[in-house]
């Protein structure tokens, strides 16, 4: 038996009905400070993506940096939350504050 644990956070998470118009989510292909980032992507991006067709989500590796995702707002407003050493889980979590555009509880 499959189980996807965090499957019901992703597929009822519709983006974009707000203010928010892109996500990008900045990760190391290695270090262990983006492992949940890693893992949310390995397990959940797909689901999300499915669920948000036309949302722009935009993954971005680059060796060496510290994970952090970026969420641009309408009339160019930008908010970036740092994702180091944060749990799959919390990466989605994140996703939806964002939406809501709240204050991101780490």
Known sequence: MIMY???RMTSAL????????ELRIHLC?????SAGVRQFIE??????KKANKN???LIREC???????????????????PLEDV???KVSSIIAQLEKKGAVKL
């Open 43 to 48: 397990n959940d991006y797909v689901q999300l």
């Open 29 to 33: 292909q290695k270090s262990p400070a």
């Open 14 to 21: 519709k983006l974009g009905t707000g203010a928010l118009r």
């Open 63 to 81: 060796s060496g940096i510290l994970p952090r995702i970026w969420a641009r707002y309408e009339y160019g407003v930008e908010l970036s939350v």
């Open 5 to 7: 644990p965090s499957l």
């Open 55 to 57: 949302f722009p989500i």
């Open 87 to 89: 749990s799959r889980e």
